[in-house]
C-alpha cells in the first residue's frame, strides 16, 4: 500500500509538466489514462476482505458498495444539483451580491462549523453508541439538543466576524449568510442521529430532501436546510416529547470540545474558508472542490468500512484484558495495530490512486488549471490523512496533540493564502497548496512517528496507562 501512495503521488505531481509538454494535444490521452487509477482504486474498495479478516467490515460488496453511496449522498446528490441550479441562482442578487456567492461562503463554512457543533453531541451519546439502541438514543438526543444548538449558536459569530471583515459586504447580505449558517447548524446536528444509529437511508433521505428542495427553488435559500432538518424530526417520532431546554452540557466541557472541534476540522476544511477571504469568492470553484473528491471518498470509505474493523479489534483486545490470560494480550494488541495499520494504509492508496484521476481529469479538460487543480488535489490528500492521523491519536486517548496539529495547520493556512503572491511564479491559490501541502507533508511525518508510537502497544496507551495513575 505504501508504494501506490508513493506512485500515486508522484504520478500526479508530474501532470501539470506533462500537460504542458503536448499543448492542444493530450486532452483525450489524459482523459483516457484517469480511468486506470480510477479503476485501481476501485478495485481495493470492493475487494472482499481487503482490511483483514478480522476487520468486521460489511459482508458483500452489494452491501458495501450501497452503503458508501448513501454515505456519499451529500456529495453525489449536490455536485450533481449545484451546477444546474447555479444560472437561476447567479440572477438573483442579495444588496448587490450574487446569491451564488452567499450560498458558497455558506458552503465553506458549514463542513468546519459542523465539526465543531455535532462533537458535544457525540460526548452525550457516546455511552449509547455500542448497543445502538435506537429509541435509547433518540430520547437522550432530543433532551440535549435545543439547549446544544442554543450553546452552538456563538461559533456563527467565529465564522461570520471574518467574512464580514474580509468580504466588506452590506448588513443585509450578512445577515442572509448569518441566518444561512444558523440553518444548517440545525440541520446538520439533526445528523448525527442517523449516524449514531448507523441509519445510511435515513442520511441518504436527509440530503436527497435537501437537494430536491434546491433544485425545486434554488433561490428560496433558506429551504433545503429546513427540508433536511424536517426529515429528521420525522424520524424522531415519540422522542421529540423529550424536547427541552433543561438538559445541557457544563459550559466549560461543551467550549472545550468546540474548541476541540474547530482546531481538529481545520486540517480538512480551513483551506476553502481561508481561500474564499482571501479572494472574496473569487477563485476556480470547480478545481477546489474537485480536487477535494479524492479525500473526501476515501475518507468516507475508512469510515463506513474500515472503522468498524478497528472498533472489533479493539472490542477484541478489550475482552482478552477483561477475561483472557496474559499471555493472549500480545497477540490481539498485535491484531489490533496490524488492523488498524492496515486501514490507514489502505485509505491513504485509495485517495491518492483517485487523487491521480481526478488530476488527470482536471488537466484534461482543463490545461489551464492543472497547476492548481493538481496542487488542491495533493494537498488534499495531505489534510486527508493528517486528518485521519489525528482522528487515530485521539482515539488512543492523546487529546492534545491533534489540537496541536490543527493549529499549526491554521495558522500556516492562514499565512499561505495570505502569501500566495510571494511565491514568485506560483502565485494565487495554486501557490497557497503548494505551500500548505508542503508543510502537512511535514506534519503527517510527526503525527505518523507519534500514532506508530502509540498504537505499537494499544494495550498500554489505552488501558494500563490509565490503570496505572489510579
Not at 13 to 19: E, F, G, K, N
Not at 427 to 449: E, K, M
Amino acid at each position: 500500500m505504501s508504494l501506490i501512495v508513493v506512485v500515486g503521488l508522484a504520478l500526479s505531481a508530474l501532470v501539470p509538466a506533462t500537460v504542458q509538454l503536448f499543448p492542444g494535444s493530450a486532452g483525450f490521452p489524459v482523459l483516457a489514462a484517469a480511468a486506470v487509477p480510477f479503476l485501481l482504486a476501485l478495485a481495493l474498495i470492493i475487494k472482499p476482505g481487503i482490511a483483514g479478516p478480522n476487520s468486521g467490515a460489511v459482508a458483500s460488496t452489494e452491501r458495501l458498495g450501497s452503503a458508501l453511496l448513501l454515505y456519499l449522498s451529500p456529495v453525489l446528490l449536490l455536485n450533481v444539483v449545484y451546477p444546474l441550479v447555479s444560472p437561476t441562482m447567479a440572477a438573483v442578487d442579495v444588496d448587490g451580491v450574487p446569491l451564488t456567492l452567499v450560498v458558497l461562503a455558506s458552503s465553506i463554512t458549514v463542513p468546519w462549523m459542523a465539526q465543531a457543533a455535532c462533537l458535544p453531541i457525540y460526548r452525550v451519546l457516546g455511552d449509547l453508541m455500542a448497543e445502538r439502541n435506537l429509541e435509547a438514543i433518540t430520547r437522550k438526543f432530543c433532551r440535549y439538543w435545543p439547549m446544544m444548538f442554543v450553546q452552538s449558536l456563538p461559533l456563527v459569530a467565529v465564522f461570520a466576524v471574518p467574512m464580514w471583515l474580509a468580504s466588506g459586504w452590506s448588513a443585509t447580505v450578512m445577515l442572509d449568510y448569518v441566518v444561512l449558517c444558523v440553518l444548517h447548524l440545525l440541520f446538520v446536528q439533526s445528523l448525527v442521529l442517523a449516524n449514531v444509529a448507523n441509519r445510511r437511508g435515513l442520511w441518504a433521505a436527509a440530503w436527497s430532501g435537501y437537494a430536491a428542495a434546491l433544485f425545486i427553488a434554488p433561490t428560496v435559500w433558506w429551504l433545503p436546510p429546513l427540508v433536511g432538518t424536517a426529515t429528521q424530526l420525522l424520524a424522531m417520532r415519540s422522542g421529540l416529547r423529550q424536547l427541552g431546554f433543561t438538559q445541557r452540557l457544563g459550559t466549560r466541557v461543551f467550549g472545550l470540545d468546540l474548541v476541540r472541534g474547530l482546531l481538529m476540522g481545520a486540517v480538512l476544511w480551513a483551506d476553502k474558508f481561508a481561500l474564499f477571504l482571501v479572494t472574496k469568492g473569487d477563485f476556480n470553484v470547480v478545481a477546489v472542490f474537485a480536487a477535494m473528491l479524492p479525500a473526501v471518498v476515501a475518507y468516507n470509505y475508512y469510515f463506513v468500512h474500515l472503522a468498524p474493523g478497528v472498533d472489533s479489534a479493539l472490542n477484541g483486545l478489550h475482552r482478552d484484558i477483561e477475561a483472557a490470560p496474559i499471555s493472549a494480550l500480545k497477540g490481539s494488541s498485535r491484531r489490533l495495530s496490524r488492523v488498524v495499520d492496515r486501514s490507514v494504509l489502505l485509505t491513504g492508496a485509495i485517495a491518492a490512486l483517485l487523487a491521480l484521476s481526478v488530476s488527470l481529469v482536471m488537466s484534461g479538460v482543463d490545461p489551464q488549471q492543472s497547476l492548481l487543480a493538481v496542487a488542491a488535489t495533493l494537498a488534499s490528500w495531505a489534510f486527508m490523512v493528517l486528518t485521519l492521523l489525528s482522528y487515530e491519536l485521539d482515539f488512543i486517548g492523546e487529546k492534545t496533540t491533534p489540537q496541536i496539529i490543527g493549529a499549526v495547520h491554521l495558522a500556516v493556512c492562514v499565512l499561505a493564502f495570505a502569501a500566495g503572491g510571494l511565491l514568485g511564479p506560483l502565485t494565487g491559490a495554486a501557490g497557497g497548496y503548494l505551500l500548505l501541502g508542503a508543510v502537512d507533508f511535514v506534519l503527517i511525518g510527526i503525527a505518523w512517528t507519534l500514532y506508530k508510537r502509540h498504537w505499537s502497544q494499544p494495550e498500554y496507551t489505552l488501558f494500563w496507562r490509565h490503570a496505572t495513575t489510579w
